[in-house]
């Protein structure tokens, strides 16, 4: 296919934006719509600052885990109240930076809202509008080097998370308990180790540096698991974002009230 991009050497010259005839433009579309729907939601829920655990349960949406805020219900505060109770403050400020940041340089991410936002390019084989590219050498694109280490904190932000939904199997009386919501909990939890350690900088950090993987049979069968997982990361960063909206709408639906939890044991 002739090239859409300006004349070179060598290169034909086409006044048509692309030659493609498919609807080229419905996934940047829906990716647009995807990603704009949940940023409102999760938005809306960061700042609400109500219906966000119950007691009864221990359930505790990861929306607001964990709990740092001297407007949280104590109960619900696993790590102690300390950042002031005002409304432009999250509850969780201590870690939703990090987990943005964790995301919006992500690799998927970064392919995927640069061609829905940004329209960088919108879809292969379609001219981009912006007359200038500079990559990533310049801020605030530079600061996408910087995945790696909002790698670590994602890390320790799902091991709270794991805590959370261990620890909401211990009922408010002091009993076991089961019902769907320790169901949909653990089940956000095993998605969100998913999608973190199948990041590109986990495979690097599990397997890089090694010259002769036969001397190091535990880092090889590592690095091979998180390589399988690699390749669904795309797959896991939406069920990720799915995972999570559905299990802080259902706490928040029983915290309200709205809803009673289906319980199993206790």
Same mark, same amino acid.
């Given at each position: 296919?002739?090239?859409?991009?300006?004349?070179?050497?060598?290169?034909?010259?086409?006044?048509?934006?692309?030659?493609?005839?498919?609807?080229?433009?419905?996934?940047?579309?829906?990716?647009?719509?995807?990603?704009?729907?949940?940023?409102?939601?999760?938005?809306?829920?960061?700042?609400?600052?109500?219906?966000?655990?119950?007691?009864?349960?221990?359930?505790?949406?990861?929306?607001?885990s964990?709990?740092?805020?001297?407007?949280?219900?104590?109960e619900?505060?696993?790590?102690?109240?300390?950042?002031?109770?005002v409304?432009?403050?999250?509850?969780?400020?201590?870690?939703?930076p990090?987990?943005?940041?964790f995301?919006?340089?992500?690799?998927?991410?970064?392919?995927?809202?640069?061609?829905?936002?940004?329209?960088?390019?919108?879809?292969?084989?379609?001219?981009?509008p912006?007359?200038?590219?500079?990559?990533?050498?310049?801020?605030?694109?530079?600061?996408?080097?910087?995945?790696?280490?909002?790698?670590?904190? +994602? #890390? *320790?932000?799902?091991?709270?998370?794991?805590?959370? /939904? $261990?620890? !909401?199997?211990?009922?408010? =009386?002091?009993?076991?308990?089961?019902g769907?919501?320790?169901?949909?909990?653990?089940?956000?939890?095993?998605?969100?180790?998913?999608?973190?350690?199948?990041?590109?900088?986990?495979?690097?950090?599990?397997?890089?540096?090694?010259?002769?993987?036969s001397?190091?049979?535990?880092?090889?069968?590592?690095?091979?698991?998180?390589?399988?997982l690699?390749t669904?990361?795309?797959?896991?960063?939406?069920?990720?974002? +799915? #995972? *999570?909206?559905?299990?802080?709408?259902y706490?928040? /639906? $029983?915290? !309200?009230?709205?809803?009673? =939890?289906?319980?199993?044991?206790g």
């Amino acid at each position: 296919m002739s090239s859409t991009t300006d004349v070179s050497a060598g290169r034909a010259q086409i006044s048509a934006r692309t030659l493609r005839t498919d609807r080229w433009w419905l996934p940047p579309l829906l990716t647009f719509a995807g990603l704009a729907a949940w940023v409102a939601y999760a938005t809306v829920r960061a700042f609400m600052q109500e219906w966000y655990f119950v007691e009864e349960y221990n359930y505790l949406t990861p929306f607001y885990s964990p709990c740092v805020s001297v407007g949280c219900e104590p109960e619900s505060a696993h790590f102690g109240r300390f950042l002031p109770d005002v409304w432009w403050l999250p509850y969780a400020s201590l870690t939703l930076p990090f987990l943005l940041l964790f995301r919006l340089t992500c690799y998927y991410y970064r392919k995927a809202y640069y061609r829905a936002f940004w329209l960088s390019p919108p879809a292969c084989g379609v001219a981009e509008p912006h007359k200038k590219y500079s990559g990533e050498t310049r801020f605030p694109l530079l600061g996408q080097n910087l995945h790696r280490y909002f790698f670590y904190a +994602a #890390t *320790l932000i799902s091991v709270i998370n794991t805590y959370d /939904a $261990v620890l !909401a199997f211990g009922k408010a =009386d002091g009993g076991f308990g089961l019902g769907l919501g320790n169901i949909i909990l653990v089940a956000n939890v095993v998605a969100l180790w998913a999608y973190t350690i199948s990041c590109h900088s986990c495979r690097s950090i599990v397997g890089g540096r090694i010259n002769n993987f036969s001397k190091h049979p535990m880092r090889y069968k590592s690095w091979q698991f998180v390589s399988r997982l690699n390749t669904k990361h795309m797959e896991l960063a939406w069920l990720t974002l +799915a #995972t *999570l909206a559905l299990t802080d709408f259902y706490i928040m /639906a $029983v915290s !309200a009230g709205w809803i009673s =939890d289906l319980r199993i044991v206790g």
